[in-house]
């Protein structure tokens, strides 16, 4: 395990041969945000960096913290994409497909976290399962070509999904889309299961890429504010009882970054300081990986055909 100091230093010694390209669905707040200024920060701007999310000022204000590049083919840009709809998660990868060379790193990290139950967007999918990993998946599915121009050109291809690996729960098939049970811990503990799996299937299918499933720990981001108009009250005492089993951001975009440039090929699982967990409370036979891959490719399928709203 490396020590935040190590990973630093690791960091900072990435120099690839390479101009490098790297997306993060998620990168306008939090963990995603963190990583990207990291990423940013080390390769001294010189990269092509796209901002995936929904808050235009806010992907502004973290290009604007990027160093100024010297290179003429550094591109720091933001691209709208409301991911709750797999329509425009495609929308957004079929623009992306057209006018990128090829992507060395794809971070996802979209989420939030609620204390309501399923809410449906207009393609009948839950919307935090959704961001969790449909999604990701879509991002993941549609952007393979590029990862593997990358891979082919003998550069990094990489593919990690910020969420909560050993943090899952039993496969139900009965309920794959978890819509006829639906409970908050079931529905928390859903998605990891569900990507563990995905990036199981994604590895057998993809040799040479790198696949990624990270917990990030407890982090103090926008995230974990209370927004309730009485709770919120509560916030600054949340943040005293959090700070000692916490990390900032910025601290853990150290760990993530170091997961993200230093992981090798295949499915890595990795615990919130970047070391491999292994099996460590896997949810999923064989036959699940297969029925929940099947569901997964079924429901965005139908998602796609559901009339625009
Ligand atoms: N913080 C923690 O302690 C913690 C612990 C375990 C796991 N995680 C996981 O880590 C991930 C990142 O968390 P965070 O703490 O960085 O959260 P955050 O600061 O709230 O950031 C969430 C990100 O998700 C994006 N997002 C939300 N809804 C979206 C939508 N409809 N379309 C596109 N993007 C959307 C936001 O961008 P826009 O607002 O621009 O759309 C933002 O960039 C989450 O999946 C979370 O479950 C976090
Ligand atoms: C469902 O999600 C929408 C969009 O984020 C939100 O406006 C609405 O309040 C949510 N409904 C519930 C019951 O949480
Ligand atoms: C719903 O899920 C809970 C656990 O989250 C379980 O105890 C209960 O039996 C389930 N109900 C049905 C009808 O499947």
Redesign the pocket.
């Known amino acids: 395990m490396p020590s935040l100091a190590a990973a630093r230093a690791a960091n900072a010694a990435f120099s690839p041969a390479y101009f490098p390209v790297a997306v993060f669905?998620?990168?306008?707040?939090?963990?995603?945000?963190a990583t990207a200024e990291a990423f940013a920060r080390y390769t001294k701007g010189n990269a092509h960096i796209v901002i995936?999310?929904?808050?235009e000022a806010?992907?502004n204000s973290v290009i604007a913290s990027f160093p100024k590049p010297t290179s003429p083919d550094a591109v720091h840009e933001f691209v709208s994409?409301?991911?709750?709809l797999i329509k425009n998660v495609q929308a957004t990868t079929k623009s992306l497909l057209a006018r990128l060379p090829k992507i060395n790193f794809l971070v996802l990290?979209?989420?939030?976290?609620s204390i309501h139950g399923r809410n449906e967007t207009a393609e009948g999918i839950d919307r935090r399962l959704c961001?969790?990993y449909y999604a990701r998946w879509k991002f993941t599915n549609d952007l393979l070509p590029l990862l593997r121009k990358a891979k082919d050109a003998g550069e990094d291809a990489k593919v990690m999904s910020?969420?909560?690996p050993g943090h899952g729960g039993p496969v139900d098939l009965n309920d794959l889309a978890v819509k006829k049970n639906y409970t908050l811990p079931k529905a928390g503990m859903t998605s990891p299961t569900y990507t563990d799996l995905m990036m199981q299937t994604f590895t057998e299918q993809n040799p040479g890429l790198s696949f990624i499933h990270i917990?990030?720990?407890?982090?103090r981001?926008?995230?974990?504010k209370l927004t309730h108009p009485v709770l919120r009250y509560f916030n600054p005492l949340v943040n005293i009882l959090l700070y000692p089993v916490?990390y900032s951001?910025e601290d853990c975009a150290e760990y993530m970054l170091h997961a993200l440039l230093h992981s090798g090929e295949g499915f890595n699982r990795l615990d919130s300081h970047g070391d491999d967990m292994g099996k460590t409370r896997w949810y999923g036979t064989e036959e699940e990986k297969k029925r929940v891959w099947e569901h997964t490719v079924e429901e965005i399928k139908r998602a796609l055909s559901t009339p625009a709203a």
């Open positions: 669905v998620g990168g306008t707040s939090g963990i995603g945000k995936v999310g929904r808050n806010a992907a994409c409301d991911a709750s990290s979209p989420g939030f976290l961001l969790h910020i969420l909560a917990y990030p720990g407890i982090v981001t926008p995230l974990l916490s951001p």
